[in-house]
Nanobody, 125 residues
Framework: QVQLVESGGGLVQAGGSLRLSCVASGRTARRSPMGWFRQAPGKEREFVAAITWSGGSTYYADSVKGRFTISRDNAKNTVYLQMNSLKPEDTAVYYC??????????????????WGQGTQVTVSS
């Protein structure tokens, strides 16, 4: 199994930045494609960003493209989400996600096999 532990959420003003971290552990963690999803109160969980297990390819939701950057350091078993130019509409609980080794990227909730506990990101106007 893969266990995901997140950190880095908090309260930030619009235009500010946050860096989320997700430490993955488990026998297959290094080979797992990773991603970030978010869920605002009363709304469906939505895709934010994804990265292949090698870090060679990334994909972003249109709403965050150009502002967020996903990366991973496999030596540290850690995935990051650098969030710049934050907007109030980015306010949500952010979840780290991992897919199975056979999955190239996790871009839909159906491709996610492991979820982190979530970390709250609140952006004030």
């Amino acid at each position: 199994q893969v266990q995901l532990v997140e950190s880095g959420g908090g309260l930030v003003q619009a235009g500010g930045s946050l860096r989320l971290s997700c430490v993955a552990s488990g026998r297959t963690a290094r080979r797992s494609p990773m991603g970030w999803f978010r869920q605002a109160p009363g709304k469906e969980r939505e895709f934010v960003a994804a990265i292949t297990w090698s870090g060679g390819s990334t994909y972003y939701a249109d709403s965050v493209k150009g502002r967020f950057t996903i990366s991973r350091d496999n030596a540290k078993n850690t995935v990051y989400l650098q969030m710049n130019s934050l907007k109030p509409e980015d306010t949500a609980v952010y979840y780290c996600a991992a897919g199975l080794e056979g999955t190239i990227m996790v871009v839909t909730t159906s491709t996610v096999y492991y979820w982190g506990q979530g970390t709250q990101v609140t952006v004030s106007s």
